[in-house]
């Protein structure tokens, strides 16, 4: 079974808002596979209902391409927003009660310390733990059981930079040790740097799901225009490095690939007896409804 989670559609609505709508995500074993959308997009929503603490309106989803059990979510470590752990406990003890819930083994409450990086202060209170500490304890406390999938919302949330680049490390080692990650995030760097997969999220819809370099690769714009602009639509969907074709009044935007030569885009045109009245080629990092998405969020 190659496929970790599928969910087909999943809704869910508060009262007047539509958290999300039709959410349907393949995720493959053994990817890190990103949730990518601004703040309210509903990633939190979606996590909530795989994890079973959000009731979806409709929709259905499967675990290890079997209808969602508690034995699955044995199998599922998970990191939500805000890790809730007891303030007067130590961070050892907090992880034996989440050990007992999980009927997880406690010899894994040690390597899991470990790490996260936490190990040297698991006699401590939990409430003398900083910000960035309480956030390894949750990652801890997602490792115990060795489960096969780690669910993270926001993992770097609140951490300084050190915490972020030594969680991000974390998460690739993990990776690489044959863990499938999901991991919601509204920080493209972060899901380029570190996902291996992305759905992007936009008011609870999916506006695209792919590898992160199908995705997030960088593109080129080539804005052509020309006096028949059907015909000319028409030649260069038939261009196979033309990656997609947007219209823009009578000009179209191609978006293709930084090495596509012009003359790959303009020979076809001018052999179809049509000569460009505009033509203009420029870099994006990204295509530009990811960045419209992602821009103004922060
Ligand atoms: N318990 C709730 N009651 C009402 N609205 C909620 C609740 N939880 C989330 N929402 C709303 O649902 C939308 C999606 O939220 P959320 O899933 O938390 O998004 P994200 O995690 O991407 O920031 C937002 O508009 C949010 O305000
Ligand atoms: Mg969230």
């Given at each position: 079974m190659n496929i970790i989670l599928k969910t087909e559609n999943l809704s869910k609505r508060y009262g007047a808002i539509q958290a999300l709508d039709g959410l349907s995500l393949t995720i493959p074993r053994g990817s890190?596979?990103?949730?990518?959308?601004?703040?309210?997009?509903?990633?939190?929503?979606?996590?909530?209902?795989?994890?079973?603490?959000?009731?979806?309106?409709?929709?259905?989803?499967?675990?290890?391409?079997?209808?969602?059990?508690?034995?699955?979510?044995?199998?599922?470590?998970?990191?939500?927003?805000?890790?809730?752990?007891?303030?007067?406990?130590?961070?050892e003890r907090n992880l034996k009660i989440v050990a007992d819930i999980r009927g997880a083994g406690y010899e894994t409450i040690e390597p899991a310390?470990?790490?996260?990086?936490?190990?040297?202060?698991?006699?401590?209170?939990?409430?003398?733990?900083?910000?960035?500490?309480?956030?390894?304890?949750?990652?801890?406390?997602?490792?115990?059981?060795?489960?096969?999938?780690?669910?993270?919302?926001?993992?770097?949330?609140?951490?300084?930079?050190?915490g972020i680049f030594d969680v991000r490390q974390l998460i690739m080692d993990e990776a690489r040790s044959g863990r499938t990650v999901i991991l919601a995030s509204h920080i493209l760097d972060e899901v380029e740097k570190v996902c291996t997969h992305v759905a992007v999220l936009s008011k609870g819809k999916l506006l695209a799901q792919g590898t992160t370099s199908e995705l997030l690769k960088s593109a080129d714009v080539i804005e052509i225009a020309a006096e028949n602009t059907?015909?000319?639509?028409?030649?260069?969907?038939?261009?196979?490095?033309?990656?997609?074709?947007?219209?823009?009044?009578?000009?179209?935007?191609?978006?293709?690939?930084?090495?596509?030569?012009?003359?790959?885009?303009?020979?076809?045109?001018?052999?179809?007896g049509l000569s460009p009245t505009h033509l203009v080629r420029r870099a994006t990092k990204l295509e530009s409804r990811f960045l419209d998405l992602i821009k103004g969020d922060n």
């Open positions: 890190v596979y990103g949730i990518l959308g601004p703040n309210g997009s509903g990633k939190t929503t979606a996590l909530g209902i795989i994890l079973g603490a959000i009731r979806a309106n409709s929709g259905s989803w499967s675990w290890f391409g079997e209808e969602p059990g508690p034995k699955h979510l044995r199998n599922v470590g998970s990191l939500l927003e805000k890790p809730n752990f007891l303030p007067y406990l130590s961070g310390m470990i790490k996260t990086g936490i190990y040297d202060r698991r006699m401590s209170n939990f409430q003398t733990y900083s910000l960035g500490m309480k956030q390894r304890l949750g990652l801890a406390a997602a490792l115990l059981g060795d489960p096969e999938v780690l669910v993270l919302d926001e993992p770097t949330n609140g951490l300084d930079p050190q059907e015909i000319l639509h028409a030649v260069l969907e038939k261009i196979i490095q033309v990656r997609k074709i947007t219209r823009n009044g009578n000009v179209l935007e191609l978006s293709v690939d930084p090495s596509t030569p012009m003359e790959l885009i303009t020979g076809p045109v001018t052999r179809a």
